[in-house]
């Protein structure tokens, strides 16, 4: 599963990523927001680049807030390590 690439699927209700790899945080820590890190760096840079994303570190909680404006239902986090990803 390392070699494969980010995966984006576009249902009408939801988006859907998935990275290769486990979550450099735990969950309850992401959610959290004390301490963030970059799981796909490019991801990152891309949302920046068209205005929808920030530096390092402000990222999820800024996801937080804004799904809290739209009342929409929060984002799931889910790691899957048996297929790690």
């Known amino acids: 599963m390392l070699n494969s690439a980010l995966k984006v699927e576009k249902y009408d209700d939801k988006f859907v990523f998935t990275n290769p790899g486990l979550l450099k945080l735990p969950v309850e820590q992401i959610y959290a927001g004390e301490e963030t890190r970059a799981r796909n760096q490019r991801i990152q840079n891309m949302f920046r680049m068209i205005g929808f994303g920030e530096n ?29 990803r």
């Open 56 to 84: 390092l570190g402000s990222g999820f909680p800024l996801i937080l807030n804004a799904w809290n404006e739209k009342h929409w239902l929060k984002p799931q986090l889910i790691e899957q390590r048996d297929s790690y």
